[in-house]
């Protein structure tokens, strides 16, 4: 894949407001980007980013489990350069609890569909921005932790499907990322209960230099790169490997 520099394109990230988010619109601006839609399902939520950076950014609403909601912003953004579908949801769920099948449904319809409905509205943009798409996994994509099975599942087939977004936007011209974060100091990290984790910048770095670099894995944080490490062989191979010949 060709290197994608984020330098004075413009970008629109889901879930923008906080966390890993918040710290990817930082990180553009710091590297260049012009301008940054904030699409959050409650705008008022940005106001310090709308303070810090004034007309560069504009806060937008969307909600990703709702298809119209998606297409008006789409329509509403057609000079995105980089789509970063950061928005996510994750439920503490064991496989054997009676709140499972909710858990799943609820972070299938969010971290599965919103990735599959953003990318259908957004695909004819990037096809002619010639853009690229940064899709937020998880080390949780690979691996399965049992207090969190519902969630692991849900990025898992995020995975899956942004395999299948970078052959066929690919086709287009459109540069993907896929992002495999460990536990990182966010709301969501602390809620799972890693508190000394890394802060969230390191993702947000790491998703600049990935897409300069014209990768489509990036393993951001030390836990992630251990994975990343056994993981390297197969990922190579299969997952990026030509299996047609």
């Known amino acids: 894949m ?4 984020v330098k004075d394109k ?15 619109v930082e990180s553009f601006f710091k590297h260049g980007v012009k301008k940054v839609y904030l699409a959050v399902r409650n705008p008022e939520s940005t106001q310090d980013l709308q303070a810090q950076y004034g007309e560069k950014v ?16 789409a329509k509403e953004t057609k000079d995105v350069d980089i789509l ?10 064991s496989p054997l609890s009676e709140e499972a099948e909710a858990s799943l449904q609820h972070e299938f319809n969010v971290n599965v569909f919103g990735l599959l409905r953003t990318s259908q509205a957004f695909a004819a943009t990037l096809e ?34 942004t395999q299948g977004l970078r052959e066929k936007l690919g086709e287009k011209g459109v ?30 770095e790491g998703i600049v230099s990935a897409l300069e670099a014209g990768d489509f894995h990036l393993f951001p944080d030390p836990m992630a790169r251990q994975l990343e490490e056994a993981y390297q062989s197969y990922a190579d191979n299969i997952i990026l490997g030509d299996l047609s010949v």
């Open 58 to 73: 504009v806060a937008l609403h969307v909600d990703v489990t709702d298809v119209a909601s998606i297409k008006a912003l």
């Open 128 to 161: 002619t921005n010639k853009g690229a798409l940064v899709q937020l996994n998880s080390i949780a994509s690979i691996k399965t932790f049992g207090d969190i099975t519902t969630y692991s599942a849900s990025k898992a087939a995020a995975y899956s499907v």
């Open 10 to 24: 413009v970008a629109l990230v889901t879930g923008a407001n906080r966390g890993i988010g918040k710290a990817i």
């Open 175 to 204: 540069s993907v990322l896929s992002v495999h974060p460990g536990p990182i100091a966010t709301d969501m990290g602390q809620s799972a209960g890693f508190s000394d984790a890394p802060e969230a910048t390191i993702v947000a």
């Open 2 to 5: 060709m290197g994608f520099s």
């Open 84 to 93: 970063v579908n950061n928005a996510g949801v994750m439920n503490l769920a």
